[in-house]
């Protein structure tokens, strides 16, 4: 996202939070009051605009606030444990090819930053800033503030209506139309930003990020699939610890922005810890390790787009495909065929046919994971061998190989040509010249 573009999102998510904020006070509220300033008017909007301060402020730190970077001058402790256990098995720290640095445990490069977010949790255009460690607190109070200020919102708005319909108080045209304008944006806003809540709540009371999330998810699908045994999630402390590392440790201070505990570098896990000697998230044992880049490597085409050398196949060309199936299976288990349909007179009376033997050491060889699900590939995916051939020549190996099968086919062999009868010439002679000759005969 260019710099432009983020701040016209920033642009736009302050003018709405103004726009049901303020419109439904001055064009709503205020004439609702008959435009007199009095103690009850007083007693429902102060609450109000005091949910849409500490809203906006903390709005503008999620926008203003660095969430944390790595010092360019920052390497691992090799020599201490807590903090580092992700990486025991190994003893390797993590590494970002992209920033050419050490990462620090939760640490994950974002792209549109283009940098190695602390604690990134992801990047958010409507903040046109990213979600890490020093800044993820006052993201969460955004979200919170946002849907109590929309619920009372909501809540002003509706007694309004209902006021209206009781006491015979009909709002005015301008009135009417911010009303509807009003519930046209804060419902939606409410809902959207409600469901998003919910679910970074969820995270907070876990001490995961999004990202952590959705390793969390696949950890859990290579466990039920058998691949690894299951293994905790380190940063779990428990929910008040998990909510005290983001928002602090004092709950009167936790709806009030602070600044979060910790430096980023460093997390502590949680006690008990039976993952030790694993790393987090653990790596699916049969996923493909590409080997490292050769940076003497010189990349040419070939003088032919084919392989053929001594006009053979490949024979280290096997393709998955060639696996036969349990239809396959079931056919070969009826016995022979015939080189006939039912339907030909000369079914049953010829030779069949044995079927091919299936090879069932071959396949069990060629798939290597019994336990698993089968991963079937697109016939032809590995590619064809071709060598050049005449069509001549392969039309007439292919009649020959046709007509010299046994029963497959009755060939048609001509009688001899016959002596020409008596009569055979007049026949080349045409009808006119006959019946000419026939007239002088007469």
């Known amino acids: ?28 509220i205020w004439p609702w009051y008959g435009r007199v300033l009095s103690v009850e008017l007083l007693e429902l909007l102060i609450p109000f605009n005091i949910l849409v301060g500490l809203l906006l402020w903390n709005y503008r730190l999620c926008v203003m606030t660095d969430p944390g970077g790595v010092p360019s001058t920052w390497r691992p402790d090799m020599n201490d444990d807590d903090g580092y256990e992700v990486k ?6 993590r590494y970002c090819r992209s920033c050419e640095n050490y990462k620090p445990p939760r640490a994950h490069h974002c792209r549109q930053c283009k940098r190695c977010v602390l604690r990134m949790d992801h990047h958010c255009p409507w903040v046109n800033n990213c979600v890490g460690h020093f800044n993820y607190g006052h993201f969460i109070r955004f979200l919170f503030y946002v849907d109590v200020a929309c619920t009372y919102h909501l809540v002003m708005l509706t007694k309004r209506v209902l006021n209206s319909t009781t006491y015979w108080d009909e709002p005015s045209g301008r009135e009417l139309i911010f009303i509807v304008l009003n519930y046209a944006t804060c419902i939606p806003v409410l809902l959207a930003v409600g469901i998003f809540s919910l679910y970074h709540f969820y995270s907070l009371m876990g001490n995961s990020t999004t990202i952590e999330g959705w390793e969390k ?5 290579l466990v039920r699939r058998g691949r690894i045994r299951e293994i905790k999630f380190p940063y779990n402390l428990g929910v008040r610890r998990n909510i005290d590392s983001v928002l602090g440790p004092s709950p009167l201070m936790w709806c009030c922005p602070t600044v979060p505990p910790g430096n980023g570098l460093k997390y502590p896990l949680a006690d008990g810890d039976d993952s030790a000697g694993e790393e987090w998230p653990p790596k699916d044992p049969d996923a493909y390790i590409y080997p490292d880049e050769d940076p003497n490597h010189n990349f040419q085409l070939p003088s032919s787009p084919w392989t053929y050398e001594n006009g053979t196949l490949n024979p280290d060309l096997h393709p998955t495909s060639t696996r036969r199936r349990r239809s396959a299976q079931a056919k070969a288990a009826e016995g022979p065929y015939a080189a006939v349909p039912p339907y030909h007179p000369a079914y049953g009376r ?23 699900q089968r991963e079937f590939v697109r016939r032809g995916s590995e590619g064809y061998e071709v060598r050049p051939i005449d069509r001549e020549d392969l039309l007439r190996r292919y009649i020959e190989d046709r007509t010299t099968e046994p029963g497959r086919y009755q060939l048609y062999v001509p009688d001899p040509p016959s002596e020409p009868e008596s009569g ?19």
């Open 217 to 221: 998810d696949k950890v859990a699908t």
């Open 350 to 372: 010829q030779e069949s046919h044995q079927t091919y033997p299936l090879d069932s050491e071959s396949d069990e060889e060629e798939y290597e994971h019994p336990g698993r």
């Open 424 to 442: 055979a010439e007049e026949e080349h002679i045409p009808l006119a010249e006959k019946v000419e000759m026939w007239r002088t005969r007469s």
């Open 1 to 28: 996202m260019g710099r432009l573009t983020g701040r016209l999102f920033v642009l736009f998510t302050t003018c709405l939070i103004s726009f049901i904020a303020y419109s439904s006070q001055i064009f709503v």
């Open 88 to 93: 025991k098995l190994t003893r390797g720290p």
